[in-house]
């Protein structure tokens, strides 16, 4: 049985997920009302007022690497 799950996520979410790969050379977090929508999914979580992505954030992004370079297209 697996754990993962796929997320119908907008192109908006995935361009905020995939600019907390590396948060540090991100000088600025993306719109607020994204991240909030990245944590109610537990994609995100928000540490000492940053937003980190979690596990299950990882594990999404990169099932939906597919989806990205789709959009690129």
Do not use: C, H
Request: aromatic letters at 4%.
């Amino acid at each position: 049985m697996s754990n993962d799950v796929d997320f119908d996520l907008s192109p908006d979410q995935w361009e905020a997920l995939r600019k907390l790969r590396n948060p540090a050379s991100n000088g600025r977090p993306s719109k607020t009302y994204l991240i909030e929508s990245l944590v109610t999914l537990g994609l995100v979580v928000v540490n000492d007022g940053l937003p980190e992505m979690t596990p299950t954030g990882r594990r999404a992004l990169v099932r939906g690497s597919s989806r990205l370079l789709d959009l690129v297209a």
